[in-house]
């Protein structure tokens, strides 16, 4: 099923009521899992999802690797670095190298060759993470079903084939 969002901004309140309730569930789940700082989450992420990006377009690893309990590896992740990293965020480019320190020592990602960054494989693995990503795609779920129950979204019509 694919669906579409209503014209207009009728729904806009209503939409923007339940985003912003799953953005709040979201960022405490962020929270938890990097020490408070919503920046140290956006920081990780970044380097996490760039560093995977392209190989999540090849069909075979993105089913191979679809559920967070196989690790990619580093061989599998690209070296991203803190410029890109802060114009993927908009965070300035002298917190993302602060923040990237701090990562390293958490645990969160790793340094591959000198100012490239991956994700620490196993990072996604541990039970808390693991925990957190069940609870976020739980809240992910409720936010669409509220939305498609009270009409937000439509199911989108199919070509005639």
């Known amino acids: ?18 985003m912003f ?15 408070g700082d919503l920046d140290l989450a956006s920081i990780s992420e970044a380097i996490a999802l760039s560093a995977i990006e392209a190989r999540m377009r090849d069909p075979q690893f993105r089913d191979a690797y679809r559920g967070v309990g196989r690790q990619a ?5 690209r070296g991203v670095n803190a410029l890109s990293v802060a ?4 965070i ?13 020592a958490l645990g969160a990602i790793v340094e591959v060759k000198r100012g490239e960054y991956v994700m620490k494989p196993g990072f ?19 936010f669409i079903n509220d939305s498609l129950s009270q009409g937000l979204f439509q199911e989108e019509e199919r070509p005639a084939s």
Do not use: C, F, H
């Open 124 to 142: 996604l693995q541990q039970d808390p993470v693991q925990e957190r990503l069940t609870r976020a795609l739980v809240d992910t779920t409720r």
């Open 92 to 104: 300035p480019r002298e917190t993302v190298r602060r923040k990237i320190k701090k990562l390293v």
């Open 73 to 77: 590896g580093i061989a599998a992740q």
């Open 1 to 18: 099923m694919r669906v579409r969002s209503p014209d207009g901004p009728e729904q806009l309140r209503l939409y923007s009521y339940l």
């Open 21 to 35: 309730t799953l953005v709040q569930r979201v960022d405490r789940l962020r929270r938890e899992v990097y020490a």
């Open 87 to 90: 114009a993927a965020t908009g």
